[in-house]
């Protein structure tokens, strides 16, 4: 599954493997508006991400945004892939996404 979460006490991880596309945007979306509403921390691993698309990147950043506006921290990590698409796309910003060398 390309999209898992993990929940405890103090906080949440969200797990995005393989191709993170439309098609998981959907679920991807639930999980995040939860974890919203927990008021968690939230570790974004996306280490495993081979392709990550433009609907994906708009919902992590959104996601961020507002967790930054409610005090909810957001840590991730990145592949190259995911780093690579994110900045290409205008959204390195979104944490857990270092910005590749060129």
């Known amino acids: 599954m390309p999209v898992t979460l993990h929940r405890d006490e103090a ?6 493997d393989g191709q993170i596309t ?25 280490e495993r991400a ?5 609907t994906i990147l708009q919902l992590l950043w959104a996601a961020a945004r507002e967790g930054a506006r409610t005090g909810a921290e957001i840590v991730g990590r990145a592949s190259p892939a995911a780093a690579i698409a994110a900045r290409d796309s205008g959204f390195a910003g979104i944490p857990g996404f270092p910005v590749p060398a060129e």
């Open 11 to 16: 906080r949440w991880r969200i797990s995005l």
């Open 50 to 54: 081979e392709e990550i698309d433009l």
């Open 22 to 46: 439309l098609t998981s945007a959907a679920e991807l979306k639930k999980l995040l508006l939860e974890w919203l509403a927990a008021g968690k921390d939230l570790d974004l691993e996306l």
